[in-house]
């Protein structure tokens, strides 16, 4: 694995702007990010710890991209036909 050190900035809607041009071939990167030391004093205490990153759900049907955004993925043991079991017992009084 081949590492390159080069100089960039997280821009105001947070995406990482490398700031000096490139001279690598097209493909997959693996990115490390270390903060300069200015930075570091202008974060409060509890964000310098790693917050687990949620995975940004996406849509052709442009109204419902936020909504999608906002909220969490079912848990891996959610049963879809046992949820719906569940609503029509309910429904139906059963």
Same mark, same amino acid.
């Given at each position: 694995?081949?590492?390159?050190?080069?100089?960039?900035?997280?821009?105001?809607?947070?995406?990482?702007?490398?700031?000096?041009?490139?001279?690598?071939?097209?493909? %997959?990167?693996?990115?490390?990010?270390?903060?300069?030391?200015?930075?570091?004093?202008?974060?409060?205490?509890?964000?310098?710890?790693?917050?687990?990153?949620?995975?940004?759900?996406?849509?052709?049907?442009?109204?419902?991209?936020?909504?999608?955004?906002?909220?969490?993925?079912?848990?891996? %043991?959610?049963?879809? %036909?046992? =949820?719906?079991?569940? =609503?029509?017992?309910?429904?139906?009084?059963?």
């Amino acid at each position: 694995m081949q590492a390159y050190k080069l100089k960039g900035k997280i821009d105001a809607t947070g995406n990482l702007v490398i700031t000096e041009p490139i001279q690598m071939p097209p493909g %997959d990167v693996e990115v490390i990010v270390l903060l300069s030391p200015q930075m570091m004093t202008g974060i409060p205490d509890n964000t310098k710890e790693l917050q687990p990153e949620t995975p940004k759900r996406r849509t052709k049907i442009k109204a419902l991209q936020g909504w999608f955004e906002k909220t969490q993925p079912t848990s891996t %043991d959610f049963d879809p %036909d046992q =949820a719906r079991w569940e =609503a029509l017992k309910e429904k139906h009084n059963l």
